[in-house]
Each structure stands twice: as structure tokens, then as C-alpha cells.
């Protein structure tokens, strides 16, 4: 019997049989339905996956007419910044790197973020990232967002004037690590508010929060209300990616509209995405290096399913580094690369990736 | 990466009507099926001829809402984006900061 030529999740090449790749499709969908509570692919679905990773081409595409938008986050850093940002350090300014997205990469949207690509160390450089903004609009036509991450982390110590919860809860205090989780949140909170407000004022298209949720449940609170907010006071269009498939309990307690926000699945997340306001959200489903590609595929494919049925908002999946079945590698192979985002719109019927 | 998506299963941005959809994405909430539809009435075309960069180099020309290349005379920028705004009967922020700064 033939083998067919594929990825593991870290991507390093593997061959398995066609049995074997049937069946790495039908433990992971399994997996993600179990985890999530949500169903599995159906017969038909995974005959079309197990066709996707079966097809001999080094890439493959969707089908005429199935074409998705595209948004992405920190994509100008991808040209002119270091390795930090996977970056190839082009000698262009960041303006010249967007515009290279929109009329040489054809690029659906793009976005500018600092090079530092948090919001706190983004706010005391809002007046040259606005002006960034300014410059960039009056060049370009497609829709141009300003881009960064929460990364609520930063407001602990040593970075931070709020006390590490990790260190507290070392010393069993629960309560004092919870009260410092809070006030970084209202924090982190008001830095965004003041940034995203800046770039209003100069009419930017949209927001992105990238890397949601990433220190958590409290994480993922403070970002819900700054877009209420924002929703309120500003044009400003909201796209939400988030971090990881599940929501961290790091308080364990916080709650938005009554839903606890800990142990939240994509789907879950969704819903609280969508009641703050925003109006793309990005969901993430994180690889398995030591599984296959098509392992991770399914899964990520499974979970996103649940998230598009369920949506009454674009769904823009997250199908970078590590994430959204993606191998965890810097410079992912274009032929996993291809399948997972083929399988997204595809299968997964997202709005855009 | 980012190249990899935009081939395999990106719309193709201004070199066809990528922009467009996915504006009435970010601010209008719109999924893509009704996104698409609503920019293929607006422009007078079917919903697959969106990604089709042959019919869309063409009728972008026309419309002159932006092309991809850098072509003497045509409409860049928000000069562009406000021809967009028009025809697509929506309010485009940037669009709308400029408008104010102009003398009444």
C-alpha cells in the first residue's frame, strides 16, 4: 500500500498509510468533541480531509469562488522587524511594509502594531503610531487596523506596579492574587481604551486585539470591557483573536455577564465575544507537535465548526505558528500550511482567516 | 506565512474585491456570504466573479476605486476609499476624518 508524504505537528516530514491517516483524522475529531462538547466531523467531512492531506501536491488551494478575506496580526513587524517577531528586518519603514502587503502581496486588510506589539508599551508611543496610521490611509485602500496585544503579564512585577499572582498563590494567598489579577485588568483596561481612542480621532479602520486571554481569565475580561466601551464611543471596527482554545483560570472566578470566564472553549468564547461587541473573532485551536499534521488539522477544523455554526459574526480563524493545526515552526512547510488553510474554509466554512 | 494563506485562500485584496468584503466584514458585521453578496449587487457583478482578478482589474479601473498598480491619474488613497464609501453606501472612517477638515 502507498504511503502518503505529510507533517508531524513540529514539521518534520512523516509517511503514514492511508489507514493511518484516516484514523489520525477520527482520534482528533473525537478528541475535540469530547473536550468541547461539541459534535465531531461527519462521514462526509472527513472523506474530504483525509482527500485534502491524500492529494500528491506540494500545495493545494480552495475552490474557485470559496476565497476568504484575510486579516493578520503584526504583519508589517513580519518584514521589518527581528527574530522576535519572526521578522526578516527589511531596511523599510513600517508604512512601506503595509504597503508592500496591499499592492505586492495582495493582502485583503492590514495591520499596524508596534514593534514592541503590547498595548503597554504601545501607549507611550500612540502619537507616532497615529501618525503611522495617518500616513499609511492616505496611501493605501484597503481597511487599515491598529494592532496589539493585552498581555496583561506586563503589569506584574518586575515589569509592572502590581504583585506576581503566581508568587502569591505560592504563599497560599488566593485572595491577594485575585485582588492584584483585577487591578492589573482595570489597568491594562484603561491603557487600551486610551490607545484605541488615539486611533479613532485619526479615523483608522478597526482594532485588533491579538494573543486575547493570554494571562487568563482576567486577561480575557479586560479586553471584553474595553470593547464594550469602545463600542460605545467610537467607529471603530473590532476584531478579537484570542490566545489558546481554552481560557486559563489564573483567578479562576471572573465572571462576564454572569458566564465564568475560566475553562471557556472556542465556541463558548464566542459568545462573549460577540455580546461586548466585536465584530470579527478570531478563535484558536493550539498543535500538538508530536501528533500529525492532519491529527492537528481535524481538531482545529472540529472546534471551528462549532464556532462558525454558532456565530452571528465573521469568524476569521487563527492558522499561524503553532496554532489552528498549523506546525509549530517558524518557517511552517507551505504544504501543511496550504492543507490546514484549505480545511478551514472548506470543512471549518469560516468567514475568513 | 502570511503568502502562503493569501494564495491558497485569500481573496486577492485590491487586485480584486478582497477589500471590499472584508470591509463590510469590520464594520458591518457581516458574514461572508452576505458580505460578498452585498458587494456583488453594489457592483453589478456575481458573487464568484469577486475573486476573479480579470473581471475586477477591469471594472476597478472603471469605477476607479483603486487598482494595484501605480497608474498616472487614477484615484490612491482616500480619494479612492471615499469613491468606495459611495459606492458601497457605507461610512468609511478615515474617509469621514478627512471630509471634516475640508473648508464648508
Given at each position: 500500500?502507498s504511503?502518503?508524504w505529510?507533517r508531524m ?14 484514523a489520525?483524522?477520527?482520534a482528533?475529531?473525537e478528541?475535540a468533541a ?9 462521514e462526509n467531512?472527513?472523506d474530504?480531509?483525509?482527500?485534502i ?8 488551494g480552495?475552490e474557485?469562488g470559496?476565497?476568504v478575506?484575510?486579516?493578520k496580526d ?8 527581528s527574530?522576535?517577531?519572526?521578522g526578516s ?5 513600517r508604512e512601506?511594509?503595509?504597503e508592500?502587503?496591499?499592492r505586492?502581496f495582495?493582502f485583503?486588510?492590514?495591520?499596524l502594531g508596534?514593534i514592541d ?8 508611543m500612540?502619537?507616532?503610531d497615529q501618525?503611522s496610521?495617518?500616513r499609511?490611509?492616505a496611501?493605501?485602500v ?6 496589539a496585544m493585552p ?7 518586575p515589569d509592572g ?6 508568587d502569591?498563590?505560592?504563599m497560599?494567598k488566593v ?7 483585577m ?6 483596561m484603561?491603557?487600551?481604551i486610551?490607545v484605541?481612542e ?7 479602520d478597526g ?5 486575547t486571554?493570554?494571562?487568563?481569565d482576567?486577561?480575557f475580561?479586560s479586553?471584553?470591557?474595553t470593547?464594550?466601551?469602545l463600542k460605545?464611543?467610537t467607529d ?5 483573536g484570542m ?5 486559563l483560570?489564573?483567578h ?8 465564568k470566564l ?5 465556541h463558548?468564547q ?5 455580546e461586548?461587541?466585536v465584530?470579527i473573532f ?5 498543535t500538538?507537535?508530536n501528533k500529525s ?7 482545529a477544523v472540529t472546534?471551528v ?7 452571528t459574526?465573521?469568524?476569521?480563524a ?5 496554532v ?7 518557517t ?10 484549505v480545511?478551514?474554509v472548506e470543512?471549518?466554512k469560516v468567514?475568513?482567516? | 506565512m502570511?503568502v502562503?494563506?493569501s494564495i ?5 485584496g485590491?487586485?480584486?474585491?478582497g477589500d ?6 469590520l464594520?458591518h458585521?457581516?458574514?461572508?456570504p452576505e458580505?460578498?453578496?452585498y458587494?456583488?449587487?453594489k457592483?453589478?457583478v ?8 480579470t473581471?475586477m482589474?477591469?471594472?476597478?479601473e ?5 487598482v494595484?498598480?501605480a497608474?498616472p491619474g487614477?484615484a490612491k488613497?482616500?480619494?479612492a476609499?471615499?469613491?468606495?464609501a ?7 472612517n478615515?474617509?469621514?476624518r478627512q ?6
Amino acid at each position: 500500500m502507498s504511503k502518503i508524504w505529510t507533517r508531524m505537528g513540529d514539521g518534520n516530514a512523516v509517511e503514514l498509510t492511508p489507514d493511518e491517516l484516516r484514523a489520525d483524522i477520527i482520534a482528533a475529531t473525537e478528541d475535540a468533541a469530547d473536550k468541547g462538547h461539541i459534535p465531531p466531523l461527519e462521514e462526509n467531512e472527513i472523506d474530504h480531509l483525509y482527500d485534502i492531506f491524500a492529494a500528491p501536491y506540494r500545495i493545494i488551494g480552495v475552490e474557485p469562488g470559496h476565497e476568504v478575506p484575510l486579516t493578520k496580526d503584526e504583519t508589517a513587524c513580519t518584514l521589518v522587524s527581528s527574530q522576535l517577531s519572526s521578522g526578516s528586518h527589511l531596511s523599510i519603514s513600517r508604512e512601506d511594509a503595509v504597503e508592500v502587503f496591499e499592492r505586492v502581496f495582495a493582502f485583503d486588510t492590514m495591520e499596524l502594531g508596534w514593534i514592541d506589539y503590547s498595548f503597554k508599551p504601545a501607549k507611550p508611543m500612540v502619537s507616532l503610531d497615529q501618525v503611522s496610521i495617518e500616513r499609511i490611509m492616505a496611501t493605501t485602500v484597503f481597511p487599515v487596523l491598529y494592532g496589539a496585544m493585552p498581555n496583561m503579564g506586563l503589569y506584574y512585577t518586575p515589569d509592572g506596579p502590581f504583585t506576581n499572582p503566581a508568587d502569591l498563590l505560592g504563599m497560599m494567598k488566593v485572595d491577594e492574587a485575585r485582588e492584584e489579577e483585577m487591578k492589573a485588568a482595570e489597568l491594562c483596561m484603561e491603557d487600551m481604551i486610551f490607545v484605541c481612542e488615539r486611533m479613532n480621532e485619526i479615523g483608522a479602520d478597526g482594532i485588533d486585539f491579538d494573543t486575547t486571554a493570554s494571562a487568563g481569565d482576567a486577561d480575557f475580561w479586560s479586553v471584553l470591557k474595553t470593547v464594550e466601551h469602545l463600542k460605545a464611543h467610537t467607529d471603530l471596527g473590532i476584531e478579537m483573536g484570542m490566545s489558546g482554545e481554552f481560557i486559563l483560570g489564573m483567578h479562576g472566578e471572573v465572571e462576564y455577564n454572569g458566564k465564568k470566564l475560566a475553562g471557556m472553549f472556542p465556541h463558548q468564547q464566542l459568545k462573549c465575544a460577540e455580546e461586548a461587541g466585536v465584530d470579527i473573532f478570531g478563535p484558536v485551536v493550539n498543535t500538538k507537535t508530536n501528533k500529525s499534521a492532519a491529527w492537528n488539522v481535524a481538531r482545529a477544523v472540529t472546534f471551528v465548526k462549532e464556532v462558525c455554526k454558532q456565530a452571528t459574526i465573521p469568524i476569521h480563524a487563527n492558522v499561524g505558528m503553532g496554532v489552528g493545526g498549523t506546525p509549530m515552526f517558524e518557517t511552517p512547510p507551505i504544504d501543511a500550511l496550504s492543507r490546514a488553510s484549505v480545511a478551514m474554509v472548506e470543512i471549518a466554512k469560516v468567514d475568513g482567516l | 506565512m502570511s503568502v502562503m494563506h493569501s494564495i491558497a485562500s485569500g481573496m486577492g485584496g485590491i487586485r480584486t474585491a478582497g477589500d471590499l468584503v472584508a470591509r463590510m466584514q469590520l464594520n458591518h458585521r457581516m458574514r461572508l456570504p452576505e458580505a460578498k453578496k452585498y458587494v456583488a449587487d453594489k457592483l453589478g457583478v456575481s458573487v464568484f466573479d469577486l475573486s476573479d482578478s480579470t473581471v475586477m482589474r477591469n471594472l476597478r479601473e472603471e469605477l476607479n476605486i483603486g487598482v494595484i498598480e501605480a497608474i498616472p491619474g487614477l484615484a490612491k488613497g482616500y480619494t479612492a476609499k471615499a469613491r468606495i464609501a459611495d459606492l458601497l453606501d457605507i461610512k468609511i472612517n478615515g474617509v469621514e476624518r478627512q471630509k471634516a477638515k475640508l473648508p464648508a
